[in-house]
């Protein structure tokens, strides 16, 4: 008897079969299913997949066969081969298995706040607003006059035609946390004191000049001010800003400085006027401008041009080549107004202007001696990644929070 007719009676003689040639399991973990082999001899299975996995490698005549998936988090399915093959050369049997895609849930928007008409209060005092979305065709969203104590947080502030928050003749007002969008400005407190503007997301400020700061102060004195820790983004096109930060008029004390700390600023022009941090407008004095970020801020980075007794230290200033770009850094006494006790130091900025050409900083000499000029530095490696891709959504998410 030949080899192949042999081999054929082997064949003839055994048997090997499977109860499914296709199996289907779900996209969760530890998903099972199960075949039949149905035979009258010895026999091997294997997968192709170390993802799915055998509840047995081998056996001999009939047996169940359980297989276990593991999670499948890609959007599309995916498939393994089982394979069935008998010691004696019976026709090996193979399975398809194919496992379901990640179901995609999408996500739900929380929102903390409630929609509120706009607030118009005078002469309040003591109060907390908070947890509101206001919007305002025509006006602000929140105005205060002549007001004090009063802390207003966790809102949802724009779009709208006038200021997100604004405040005339207030004291110890506090606004933070706040989410600001589609607003002339953020916040801009006219008269006053004790001002404190914290930890608030604005974007795409409206202006123009003279509107479009995420914060000004105007005529605010005495202890206890402060703009620090906000977040302000403009994106170019979508947004008409002009300084950034501005301190106009403004004064705190020698004990107590109004506070310009670790503000992350992204996104300036096209007026070739604005730009990043602007103290000592009209004068001031007893100002801190310490730990900022600035990214291609507009005209200019940051600038003190009058008063006494202010300090910028610390920040980092960035730039690319811009129509509106200008210079990085300066001290620039632009009134007729005493300038002295200016200190400006340890600053590293990389600045390029509308020509190309690296302008880092620049120092008039008409503000008296600027103490630290000197440590102020070029910064090669200073880059627009200094800032994450994504810088807002913080204010948002801690009122989501603080209402858990």
């Not at 299975?45 to 066969?65: A, C, E, M, R, Y």
């Not at 506090?174 to 989410?179: G, I, K």
């Not at 600001?180 to 000049?209: F, H, R, T």
Request: glycine letters at 8%.
């Amino acid at each position: 008897m030949s080899a192949d007719s042999t081999l054929a009676k082997a064949r003839r003689q055994s048997s090997l079969s499977v109860s499914s040639n296709s199996i289907s399991v779900a996209a969760t973990a530890s998903s099972t299913a199960s075949f039949t082999i149905s035979s009258n001899t010895s026999w091997t299975v294997k997968s192709d997949q170390t993802w799915l996995t055998l509840s047995k490698s081998s056996g001999s005549s009939n047996s169940t066969i359980t297989i276990t998936a593991a999670g499948n988090d890609q959007t599309t399915a995916r498939t393994a081969t089982v394979t069935v093959l008998a010691n004696n050369n019976a026709t090996a049997q193979k399975i398809t298995v194919t496992q379901a895609a990640a179901v995609v849930v999408a996500a739900t928007v929380t929102t903390p706040y409630t929609v509120s008409a706009p607030i118009v209060l005078d002469g309040k005092s003591n109060m907390t607003i908070s947890y509101l979305e206001i919007t305002n065709p025509s006006g602000h969203c929140i105005k205060l006059a002549n007001c004090s104590n009063i802390t207003i947080q966790y809102c949802k502030l724009g779009p709208s035609k006038g200021e997100g928050v604004f405040l005339a003749n207030c004291t110890n007002i506090t606004v933070r946390d706040c989410s600001m969008e589609y607003v002339e400005s953020g916040v801009v407190a006219d008269v006053g004191s004790a001002i404190q503007v914290l930890y608030n997301d604005i974007k795409n400020v409206q202006g123009p000049m003279p509107r479009g700061q995420f914060v000004q102060f105007g005529n605010i004195n005495g202890a206890g001010s402060s703009i620090s820790y906000n977040v302000g983004e403009n994106t170019l096109g979508q947004s008409y800003p002009e300084d950034a930060i501005s301190l106009y008029m403004s004064n705190g004390t020698a004990a107590s400085p109004i506070q310009v700390v670790g503000n992350k600023i992204r996104g300036g022009g096209p007026s070739t006027s604005g730009g990043g941090i602007m103290s000592g407008d009209m004068g001031g004095s007893y100002i801190m401008v310490k730990d900022n970020i600035l990214v291609n801020p507009g005209q200019y980075g940051l600038t003190v041009s009058s008063g006494h007794d202010v300090t910028i230290t610390n920040n980092k200033i960035y730039s690319s080549k811009l129509a509106f770009s200008n210079i990085g850094l300066s001290a620039y006494k632009q009134y007729d107004i005493p300038t002295y006790n200016i200190t400006i130091s340890n600053n590293a900025v990389n600045f390029t202007n509308n020509a190309g050409v690296v302008n880092d900083m620049w120092n008039a000499n008409n503000c008296g001696t600027v103490t630290g000029w000197s440590t102020n530095y070029h910064d090669a490696t200073l880059t627009a990644s200094v800032l994450p891709t994504v810088i807002l959504g913080g204010a948002l998410q801690r009122a989501i929070d603080s209402k858990k």
